[in-house]
Protein backbone atom coordinates (compact mmCIF):
# COMPACT_ATOMS: atom_id res chain seq x y z
CA UNK A 1 0.00 0.00 0.00
CA UNK A 2 1.07 3.27 -0.62
CA UNK A 3 2.51 5.15 2.65
CA UNK A 4 3.92 8.48 2.50
CA UNK A 5 5.95 8.45 6.17
CA UNK A 6 7.34 12.49 7.96
CA UNK A 7 9.99 13.38 9.86
CA UNK A 8 9.27 14.56 12.79
CA UNK A 9 8.11 17.93 14.76
CA UNK A 10 10.88 20.61 14.78
CA UNK A 11 11.15 23.95 16.68
CA UNK A 12 13.22 26.89 15.15
CA UNK A 13 13.91 30.11 15.76
CA UNK A 14 12.98 32.84 13.11
CA UNK A 15 15.91 33.76 10.79
CA UNK A 16 16.61 29.52 10.91
CA UNK A 17 16.50 26.59 8.28
CA UNK A 18 14.35 23.59 8.27
CA UNK A 19 14.64 20.24 6.23
CA UNK A 20 11.32 18.20 6.33
CA UNK A 21 11.71 14.32 4.96
CA UNK A 22 9.14 12.50 3.35
CA UNK A 23 9.68 8.74 2.94
CA UNK A 24 7.73 7.15 0.07
CA UNK A 25 6.95 3.21 0.14
CA UNK A 26 4.37 0.87 -1.87
CA UNK A 27 4.81 2.24 -5.71
CA UNK A 28 7.47 3.07 -7.85
CA UNK A 29 8.96 6.35 -6.82
CA UNK A 30 9.99 8.21 -9.98
CA UNK A 31 6.65 7.55 -11.42
CA UNK A 32 5.01 10.45 -9.95
CA UNK A 33 5.82 13.46 -8.55
CA UNK A 34 5.57 14.61 -4.87
CA UNK A 35 4.03 18.17 -3.63
CA UNK A 36 3.96 20.54 -0.26
CA UNK A 37 1.20 21.51 1.57
CA UNK A 38 0.80 23.60 4.59
CA UNK A 39 -1.63 24.56 6.58
CA UNK A 40 -1.46 27.63 9.20
CA UNK A 41 -3.13 27.08 12.67
CA UNK A 42 -6.64 27.21 12.19
CA UNK A 43 -6.09 28.18 8.66
CA UNK A 44 -6.70 26.56 5.32
CA UNK A 45 -4.43 24.78 2.98
CA UNK A 46 -1.44 26.27 0.89
CA UNK A 47 0.61 25.01 -2.00
CA UNK A 48 4.11 25.16 -1.75
CA UNK A 49 5.43 23.23 -4.87
CA UNK A 50 5.90 20.09 -6.79
CA UNK A 51 8.99 17.90 -7.34
CA UNK A 52 9.51 15.23 -10.44
CA UNK A 53 10.74 12.45 -8.73
CA UNK A 54 11.70 11.30 -12.66
CA UNK A 55 13.72 14.14 -13.13
CA UNK A 56 13.68 16.58 -10.14
CA UNK A 57 11.98 19.62 -12.21
CA UNK A 58 10.19 21.84 -9.52
CA UNK A 59 7.82 24.35 -9.64
CA UNK A 60 7.49 26.60 -6.37
CA UNK A 61 4.82 28.99 -5.45
CA UNK A 62 5.38 32.17 -6.35
CA UNK A 63 5.16 33.53 -3.04
CA UNK A 64 7.83 30.75 -1.34
CA UNK A 65 10.42 31.93 -3.99
CA UNK A 66 14.40 32.08 -2.83
CA UNK A 67 13.36 30.20 0.48
CA UNK A 68 12.41 27.29 -0.43
CA UNK A 69 14.13 24.07 -1.98
CA UNK A 70 12.54 20.76 -2.79
CA UNK A 71 14.53 17.51 -3.67
CA UNK A 72 14.46 13.75 -3.90
CA UNK A 73 17.01 11.06 -3.26
CA UNK A 74 15.81 8.49 -5.79
CA UNK A 75 18.00 5.69 -4.16
CA UNK A 76 16.10 6.12 -0.84
CA UNK A 77 12.29 7.12 -2.22
CA UNK A 78 12.63 10.01 -0.40
CA UNK A 79 11.38 13.55 -0.64
CA UNK A 80 12.55 16.91 1.10
CA UNK A 81 11.69 20.30 1.17
CA UNK A 82 14.11 23.15 2.90
CA UNK A 83 12.41 26.12 4.16
CA UNK A 84 15.20 29.33 4.88
CA UNK A 85 14.61 32.19 6.66
CA UNK A 86 11.31 31.80 8.70
CA UNK A 87 9.45 33.80 10.07
CA UNK A 88 6.70 32.79 12.68
CA UNK A 89 4.07 32.67 9.71
CA UNK A 90 5.62 29.97 8.48
CA UNK A 91 4.51 28.22 11.52
CA UNK A 92 2.67 25.29 10.26
CA UNK A 93 1.67 21.60 9.59
CA UNK A 94 4.01 20.83 6.65
CA UNK A 95 2.22 18.30 4.19
CA UNK A 96 3.81 16.27 1.42
CA UNK A 97 1.46 14.75 -0.98
CA UNK A 98 1.86 11.93 -4.07
CA UNK A 99 1.25 14.39 -7.41
CA UNK A 100 -0.83 12.93 -9.84
CA UNK A 101 -0.39 14.34 -13.11
CA UNK A 102 -1.64 17.12 -13.63
CA UNK A 103 -2.38 18.17 -10.39
CA UNK A 104 -4.22 15.61 -7.83
CA UNK A 105 -2.74 14.60 -4.29
CA UNK A 106 -4.17 11.09 -3.62
CA UNK A 107 -2.00 9.96 -1.34
CA UNK A 108 -0.88 12.51 1.90
CA UNK A 109 2.17 11.88 4.67
CA UNK A 110 0.67 12.35 7.97
CA UNK A 111 1.86 16.28 8.36
CA UNK A 112 5.12 17.96 10.45
CA UNK A 113 4.51 20.55 12.86
CA UNK A 114 7.06 23.31 12.17
CA UNK A 115 7.06 25.89 14.73
CA UNK A 116 8.68 29.16 14.85
CA UNK A 117 9.64 30.91 17.81
CA UNK A 118 11.78 32.99 19.43
CA UNK B 1 -3.56 33.65 -10.19
CA UNK B 2 -6.94 31.67 -9.93
CA UNK B 3 -9.02 32.09 -6.85
CA UNK B 4 -11.04 29.93 -5.43
CA UNK B 5 -14.14 31.11 -3.50
CA UNK B 6 -16.12 28.62 -1.51
CA UNK B 7 -19.52 28.62 0.23
CA UNK B 8 -20.68 28.46 3.02
CA UNK B 9 -17.57 28.78 5.06
CA UNK B 10 -19.24 27.16 7.44
CA UNK B 11 -22.44 24.71 7.31
CA UNK B 12 -24.85 22.88 9.87
CA UNK B 13 -27.20 19.81 9.16
CA UNK B 14 -28.65 17.03 10.45
CA UNK B 15 -27.83 13.32 9.86
CA UNK B 16 -29.44 12.37 6.41
CA UNK B 17 -29.52 15.77 5.56
CA UNK B 18 -28.39 16.54 1.73
CA UNK B 19 -25.34 18.95 1.76
CA UNK B 20 -24.44 21.31 -0.48
CA UNK B 21 -20.96 23.42 -1.04
CA UNK B 22 -20.15 25.35 -4.02
CA UNK B 23 -16.82 26.42 -5.25
CA UNK B 24 -16.27 29.60 -7.84
CA UNK B 25 -13.13 29.93 -9.93
CA UNK B 26 -12.05 33.59 -10.76
CA UNK B 27 -11.44 32.31 -14.22
CA UNK B 28 -12.59 29.06 -16.90
CA UNK B 29 -11.00 26.10 -15.30
CA UNK B 30 -12.81 23.55 -17.27
CA UNK B 31 -13.23 20.18 -15.29
CA UNK B 32 -9.69 20.47 -13.41
CA UNK B 33 -10.95 20.35 -9.77
CA UNK B 34 -10.87 18.20 -6.90
CA UNK B 35 -12.41 18.09 -3.61
CA UNK B 36 -10.59 17.05 -0.67
CA UNK B 37 -12.22 15.86 2.79
CA UNK B 38 -9.84 16.82 6.13
CA UNK B 39 -10.78 15.58 9.64
CA UNK B 40 -9.07 17.51 12.66
CA UNK B 41 -5.58 16.63 13.37
CA UNK B 42 -5.41 14.34 9.92
CA UNK B 43 -4.12 15.06 6.32
CA UNK B 44 -6.79 16.11 3.50
CA UNK B 45 -8.37 13.20 1.68
CA UNK B 46 -9.26 13.12 -2.19
CA UNK B 47 -12.52 12.46 -2.57
CA UNK B 48 -13.38 13.65 -5.93
CA UNK B 49 -11.57 14.65 -9.14
CA UNK B 50 -12.04 16.15 -12.47
CA UNK B 51 -14.68 17.94 -10.88
CA UNK B 52 -16.57 14.87 -11.07
CA UNK B 53 -15.33 11.18 -10.56
CA UNK B 54 -15.45 9.89 -7.42
CA UNK B 55 -12.04 8.24 -5.78
CA UNK B 56 -11.47 4.77 -5.24
CA UNK B 57 -13.03 3.56 -2.24
CA UNK B 58 -14.94 7.06 -1.37
CA UNK B 59 -18.66 6.17 -0.57
CA UNK B 60 -21.36 6.83 -3.32
CA UNK B 61 -22.93 9.46 -1.21
CA UNK B 62 -20.25 11.85 -2.38
CA UNK B 63 -20.69 13.43 -5.96
CA UNK B 64 -19.16 16.83 -7.49
CA UNK B 65 -20.18 18.33 -10.55
CA UNK B 66 -19.79 21.47 -12.52
CA UNK B 67 -17.47 22.77 -15.48
CA UNK B 68 -16.00 26.21 -15.98
CA UNK B 69 -15.79 28.41 -13.38
CA UNK B 70 -18.85 26.77 -10.73
CA UNK B 71 -18.88 23.73 -8.96
CA UNK B 72 -20.84 22.08 -6.62
CA UNK B 73 -19.56 18.92 -4.25
CA UNK B 74 -22.94 17.25 -2.54
CA UNK B 75 -23.32 14.31 0.08
CA UNK B 76 -26.60 13.11 -0.72
CA UNK B 77 -27.27 11.73 3.11
CA UNK B 78 -25.11 13.13 6.03
CA UNK B 79 -23.29 10.41 8.28
CA UNK B 80 -21.99 11.24 11.40
CA UNK B 81 -18.59 10.08 10.14
CA UNK B 82 -18.89 13.04 7.28
CA UNK B 83 -18.26 15.69 9.88
CA UNK B 84 -14.64 17.67 8.42
CA UNK B 85 -13.57 20.39 6.45
CA UNK B 86 -14.20 20.17 2.93
CA UNK B 87 -11.79 22.13 0.56
CA UNK B 88 -12.03 22.49 -3.14
CA UNK B 89 -8.48 22.65 -5.23
CA UNK B 90 -8.05 24.13 -9.08
CA UNK B 91 -4.82 22.50 -11.26
CA UNK B 92 -5.73 24.06 -14.11
CA UNK B 93 -3.07 26.81 -13.28
CA UNK B 94 -0.60 26.05 -10.62
CA UNK B 95 -2.51 25.23 -8.08
CA UNK B 96 -5.30 26.65 -5.62
CA UNK B 97 -7.19 25.92 -2.37
CA UNK B 98 -10.55 27.30 -1.89
CA UNK B 99 -10.68 28.17 1.42
CA UNK B 100 -12.69 25.47 3.26
CA UNK B 101 -16.28 24.67 4.36
CA UNK B 102 -16.25 23.57 7.77
CA UNK B 103 -19.51 21.06 8.24
CA UNK B 104 -21.07 20.38 11.71
CA UNK B 105 -23.60 18.41 12.92
CA UNK B 106 -26.88 20.27 14.19
Known amino acids: QVQLVQSGAEVKKPGASVKVSCKAS????????ISWVRQAPGQGLEWMGW????????NYAQKLQGRVTMTTDTSTSTAYMELRSLRSDDTAVYYCARWVPAGTFDYWGQGTLVTVSS | DIQMTQSPSSLSASVGDRVTITCQAS??????LNWYQQKPGKAPKLLIY???NLETGVPSRFSGSGSGTDFTFTISSLQPEDIATYYCQQYDNLITFGQGTRLEIK
Open chain 2, 27 to 32: QDISNY
Open chain 1, 26 to 33: GYTFTSYG
Open chain 2, 50 to 52: DAS
Open chain 1, 51 to 58: ISAYNGNT
